[in-house]
């Protein structure tokens, strides 16, 4: 398998992913100015020109992170990164990492764009994003990941995502947490692994 990503990029959950389930994988990095990697021109595996993407060995794509966290967490049920289908856990960790993709991955990517100046970033950070960041600190108050005691695929997804937050002026150290889950989630030997291979490949 092949990992097309960014380092400091959403890709680093699919990474986490894999890594929890014990897979082999190539790490391919993607050059989003010029949209190009080792290989050549980036929009010939995606035309859509993000990432991640995770192209298999038989040389099928999937695209979109939830749903290559959805992917590999079914290819690898003993890893216990999503409950068994049809449960009602199942579909409290899919609301979870739905809530990451659209309210708090999407709802970041504003404080990133180059489209608007500070004082629009901070209001809508102030309205949109400290709400979500209370809620997740109030449930991670009584919980050790989002599902309970255990990891499971959306804990990587939001560890990505808040890890964003220093580079965009978010202060989250008054969520204590947070704070927590965050050192508990940099304790884990696949986010060691991930962030050690980014830096690596960052250079």
Known sequence: MKLYFSPGSCGLASQ??????????????????TKTTVEGDYLKVSAKGVIPVLRLDDGDLITEGAVILQWIADQNPASN?????????????????NFISTDMHKGMA????PFLDDVTK?????????????????????????????FSAP??????????????????????????FMARMEARASVRAAREEEQRLAG
Do not use: C
């Open 16 to 33: 986490i992913a894999l890594h929890e389930a014990g897979q082999t994988f190539d790490l391919v990095k993607v050059d989003f100015k």
């Open 81 to 97: 990164l999503l409950p068994p289908v049809g449960s009602r856990e199942r579909y409290k960790a899919l609301e979870w990492l």
């Open 110 to 113: 504003v404080m990133f764009s």
């Open 122 to 150: 901070r209001r809508f950070a102030d309205g949109n994003l400290i709400p979500k960041f209370e809620y997740i600190d109030e449930h991670l108050a009584t919980n050790d990941y989002l599902m309970g005691a255990r």
């Open 155 to 180: 804990d990587g997804y939001l560890y990505t995502v808040l890890s964003w937050t220093p580079r965009v002026g978010l202060d989250l150290s008054g969520h204590a947490s947070i704070q927590q």
